[in-house]
């Protein structure tokens, strides 16, 4: 929130009236605050810098409610009340990861045509509009929204709902039709690879798979480790050099999940004893990602490592980066 000289509708797909006024002029004729009371808040503006908006709130002259209005209507945008957001599209949430929206506590609403409704609690931020609009190759429309209901939507579909409410729905299907795979005598060794096989290609687990590696695409995740626990199975990322729990799935999907991901790698399901390495590539969003496989062999199963590998990510020539032929 700040008080800006001209226009400057960086992002916006709403257009400025031609009758533009800075945030203090509308809160004055609105009668938020006094004309004194303003001038006070620029002086202080004006010696410790900052945002108008937050000085007028936090020397007690208008409220959050008030000066978000009022940019609002400076900006020509919606005021979105986090009351009144009830669901988001999973898809959204998939386009904008959990990291981003944090990063410029931003919460996606919507998408139409080539567009993304988007609430920010800084609708000036040019480089995190900027940021999204390459991240989800879509142009982004703004609202406003406080820091705490971003906050508060942010922890609602992401922490709890959004991908978490996706997966807990491809967890159940896994679950309502996983069929237990017991130990085997090596008489029965080729009927139980045969039924191994045909359940790592069951839909559900494929969507488990399918979700947790275009989770981590999205998520810039350079590496996706499957770990097996004596009780549980692990799947973490790791995100900027540091691993991070994601998700942990029941263990006795354990193998069915390991061989979906050994199928997916051309690697043989049957070997579980030795290191194995495959990869493979994938397409989402017109982005091809190649990913490289490594299996090894553990006291509680095979462990799995996918090196994540963008392709053209790092497509750059002589001139792009700054040297002459």
Do not use: C
Not at 91 to 107: D, F, K, N, S, T
Not at 203 to 229: G, M, W
Not at 250 to 268: C, F, H, P, Y
């Amino acid at each position: 929130m700040e008080e800006l000289a001209d226009s400057s509708g960086f992002g916006q797909t709403k257009s400025y009236t031609l009758d533009y006024k800075s945030l203090g002029t509308l809160l004055v004729e609105n009668r938020v605050v006094t004309a004194k009371q303003l001038e006070r808040a620029l002086q202080r503006q004006r010696e410790r810098g900052g945002l108008l908006g937050d000085i007028l709130i936090d020397m007690g002259f208008a409220s959050e409610k008030a000066v978000l209005d009022a940019l609002a209507k400076q900006l020509n945008i919606d005021h979105v009340i986090p009351e009144s957001v009830t669901s988001i599209d999973p898809e959204l949430i998939r386009m904008i990861p959990e990291r981003v929206a944090r990063q410029y506590m931003v919460v996606p609403l919507e998408a139409h045509d080539n567009m993304i409704d988007v609430a920010m609690a800084n609708p000036f931020d040019i480089i995190a509009i900027d940021d999204l609009r390459a991240l989800t190759n879509h142009r982004i429309n703004t609202a406003i929204i406080s820091k705490e209901g971003a906050k508060l939507l942010i922890e609602k579909f992401y922490s709890i709902g959004g991908q978490q409410e996706s997966l807990e729905k491809v967890l159940q299907d896994v679950s309502e039709t996983h069929v237990e795979l017991k130990r085997d005598s090596e008489g029965d060794r080729d009927i139980a690879l045969e039924r191994l096989k045909e359940q790592s290609e069951a839909a559900p687990i494929v969507r488990l798979v399918d979700y947790i590696i275009a989770n981590a695409i999205n998520e810039r995740a350079s590496d996706i480790h499957v770990e097996p626990q004596e009780k549980r199975l692990n799947i973490r990322y790791r995100t900027d050099g540091v691993l991070s729990d994601v998700i942990s799935p029941a263990k006795e999907l354990q193998m069915a999940i390991v061989s979906r991901i050994k199928i997916m790698a051309n690697m043989d399901i049957a070997e579980r004893r030795l290191p194995q390495d495959g990869r493979f590539t994938i397409r989402i969003r017109h982005r091809e990602v190649d990913l490289r496989v490594s299996t090894l062999p553990t006291i509680f199963g095979e462990k799995v490592v996918m090196r994540l590998l963008e392709k053209g990510a790092l497509a750059l020539d002589l001139e792009r980066l700054g040297f002459d032929d």
